[in-house]
């Protein structure tokens, strides 16, 4: 199974701060790389797939990049409604797997 | 608009099984594939299956291979996922999810662009 390894674990950040999460890949997937954003109780939600193209009614202040094995997620200017975790999800090969997320807390 | 919803929360008996459903409207529910995903208190997210609903081929993670049934019942838009010999590690919040695809040249993508609410299954004695 491919693993995903996101970093930090957790981060605290300021509302207009720029911040940026990583994840990693145990082996090359190209740019089948997703992001999501899960608040306390909800579901997850989409924000990029395919590495960088934003989900439709995702402010363009999430900016996601990278390929292969190495991947970003950038908050421009985080507003107080980012303050959520936040998971990469591989789709290059079955099974799928997630990272173990990244919480975003408020400095 | 596309919704997922699930049924409610299942308190159950270590060993015994638990069915979850996941009801879709908004969309052509045959031309889908759903997921199921899982969520262990204060953890990561979980893949368990998928089930393409128009023909209902399957597919589920090696580790929940014996125990999970994933089926769909295309006359109520409905697929369900049944895991069964319950254990405590199970007791999760279960989320259906819908896979779309984006098609750049040649290269499929498939993400999870809608999701259930979840349901709850406790598994405790």
């Known amino acids: 199974d491919i693993q995903m390894t996101q970093s930090p674990s957790s981060l605290s950040a300021s509302v207009g701060d720029r911040v940026t999460i990583t994840c990693r890949a145990s082996q090359s997937i190209s740019i089948y790389l997703n992001w999501y954003q899960q608040k306390p109780g909800k579901a997850p939600k989409l924000l990029m797939f395919a590495a960088s193209s934003l989900q439709s009614g995702v402010p363009s202040r999430f900016i996601g990049s990278g390929s292969g094995t190495d991947f970003t997620l950038t908050i421009s200017s985080l507003q107080p409604e980012d303050f959520a975790t936040y998971y990469c999800?591989?789709?290059?090969?079955?099974?799928?797997?997630f990272g173990q997320g990244t919480r975003l807390e408020i400095k | 608009q596309v919704q997922l919803v699930q049924s409610g929360t299942e308190v159950k008996n270590p060993g015994a099984s638990v069915k979850v459903s996941c009801e879709a409207s908004g969309y052509s529910f045959t031309n889908y594939a759903l997921h199921w995903v899982r969520q262990a208190p204060g953890q990561s997210l979980e893949w368990m299956g998928w089930i393409t609903a128009g023909n209902g081929n399957t597919k589920s993670s090696q580790k929940f291979q014996g125990r999970i049934t994933i089926t769909s019942d295309t006359s109520a838009n409905t697929a369900y996922m049944e895991l069964s010999s319950l254990k405590s590690e199970d007791t999760a919040v279960y989320y259906c999810a819908r896979v779309a695809i984006t098609i750049f040249g040649e290269v499929i993508h498939r993400y999870f662009d809608y999701w259930g609410q979840g349901t709850l299954v406790s598994v405790s004695s």
């Open positions: 999800q591989q789709s290059n090969t079955a099974p799928i797997t």
